[in-house]
T-cell receptor, first 115, second 111 residues
Framework: EDQVTQSPEALRLQEGESSSLNCSYT??????LFWYRQDPGKGPEFLFTLYSAGEEKEKERLKATLTKKESFLHITAPKPEDSATYLCAVQASSVGGGSNYKLTFGKGTLLTVNP | DAGVIQSPRHEVTEMGQEVTLRCKPISGHNSLFWYRQTMMRGLELLIYFNNNVPIDDSGMPEDRFSAKMPNASFSTLKIQPSEPRDSAVYFC?????????FGQGTRLTVV
């Protein structure tokens, strides 16, 4: 069974204080690892897709990296508007050539950036 | 594109009543997911359709829950009868290849 564990559960930063969020996973063949941002009362918003170990993606103050067992979301000089819940999800390669490409999510990290 | 559209946005119902949640996926997407989100359990996959066919319904809690996708542009999730423990935010998401795009969700409260 695919599993995703995110840490920490909550993180409070001062504006400009860089940090990283962790996503550890176990999956039977990784088709893709995804990072989402979720604001209160809204659906998850897609941020990044990573496909293989060593890959990196960047968007503004966010940078996602991937190894064979975990992914990190690095936040450089965060601003209050970066406050949100960040979700990690994995999509496994389907066993036996089928088409089951379900996404398994972690419980998320609630990030608060204080001005 | 308007994105994934869900209705209603909020639903309050009494225990024992039937509830139907609706979803219009992004045009051209061939996969559709129904998720439930609670504080305790996070995002849980209920059911996944590919090309309108249910592929994985192992997350459907029990027989009170059912989902249909009669065509590529519409899906429903029905709960009958509803119970207070079904209170949660229900999300629909659609995908063409990898990952998924989410709707804004339906907040269901069963009293």
């Amino acid at each position: 069974e695919d599993q995703v564990t995110q840490s920490p559960e909550a993180l409070r930063l001062q504006e400009g204080e860089s940090s990283s969020l962790n996503c550890s996973y176990t999956v039977s063949g990784l088709r893709g690892l995804f990072w989402y941002r979720q604001d209160p009362g809204k659906g998850p918003e897609f941020l990044f897709t990573l496909y293989s170990a060593g890959e990196e993606k960047e968007k503004e103050r966010l940078k996602a990296t991937l190894t064979k067992k975990e992914s990190f979301l690095h936040i450089t000089a965060p601003k209050p508007e970066d406050s949100a819940t960040y979700l990690c999800a994995v999509q496994a390669s389907s066993v036996g050539g089928g088409s089951n490409y379900k996404l398994t999510f972690g419980k998320g990290t609630l990030l608060t950036v204080n001005p | 594109d308007a994105g994934v559209i869900q209705s209603p946005r909020h639903e309050v119902t009494e225990m024992g009543q039937e509830v139907t949640l609706r979803c219009k996926p992004i045009s051209g997407h061939n996969s559709l997911f129904w998720y439930r989100q609670t504080m305790m359990r996070g995002l849980e996959l209920l059911i996944y359709f590919n090309n309108n066919v249910p592929i994985d319904d192992s997350g459907m809690p029990e027989d009170r829950f059912s989902a249909k996708m009669p065509n590529a542009s519409f899906s429903t999730l029905k709960i009958q009868p509803s119970e207070p423990r079904d209170s949660a935010v229900y999300f629909c998401a659609s995908s063409l290849a990898r990952g998924a795009f989410f709707g804004q969700g339906t907040r269901l409260t069963v009293v």
